[in-house]
């Protein structure tokens, strides 16, 4: 029984070492910006990857109330010329924007220690229980780290008004980096009264 609760507990600290979860690393918030509170957001996914582009800005846009889909304003043909793209978003009476893009994936290292259990305390009953709690070495398992930058911007006065960086380790999914990076991002936007 002692030996598959330490199996056990030793799994757990492994899985532990792999989990995802996103964290807010930094952030940052222009001290000389009136108090911003948006009501109608173009919310923009920066990514080559169309599909990635759309799914992300979905998740971005159902976080924040008021916003849009940066893709059902910009055609993707005029994505990357600045003059259409600030054409299209004064036509459509946006007052706040915000951009997400990925800035780094990096492999980490982290090293899983290994589990040890010193047994009875006499010799003949560690002798014989030793066998059963051998000691399992270590070993490295690299974290896969995904960075992201998230800015928020007033369209009106063309000025960037907060910026963070959140670094999601070990995403098991597309979906799951996205929802985690927004759900992280939204938050701290909605405790900077932003959204």
Avoid at 156 to 168: I, Q, Y
Wanted: charged fraction near 20%.
């Amino acid at each position: 029984m002692r030996t598959r609760t330490l199996l056990w507990l030793g799994a757990m600290a492994a899985a532990a070492g792999c989990a995802h979860s996103t964290e807010l690393a930094t952030s940052w918030r222009n001290p000389t910006a009136t108090s911003a509170r948006f009501h109608h957001v173009i919310a923009l996914f920066v990514s080559n990857d169309v599909a990635l582009r759309r799914t992300a800005e979905d998740r971005m846009a159902s976080q924040i109330g008021g916003a849009v889909p940066a893709y059902t304003v910009v055609p993707d043909s005029e994505v990357r010329d600045a003059s259409r793209v600030q054409q299209r978003i004064h036509d459509a009476g946006f007052d706040g924007a915000v951009v997400m893009r990925v800035v780094s994936v990096e492999l980490k290292p982290n090293y899983a220690t290994g589990y040890w259990y010193p047994g009875p305390t006499d010799l003949w009953g560690y002798w014989g229980t030793s066998w059963g709690y051998a000691y399992d070495p270590g070993y490295m398992m690299p974290d896969k780290v995904i960075t992201v930058e998230s800015a928020v911007y007033s369209v009106p006065d063309n000025k960037l008004v907060w910026a963070g960086r959140t670094e999601t380790f070990n995403p098991s999914s597309l979906k799951k980096l996205i929802d985690g990076v927004v759900r992280v991002s939204v938050k701290r936007m909605r405790k900077e009264r932003l959204l």
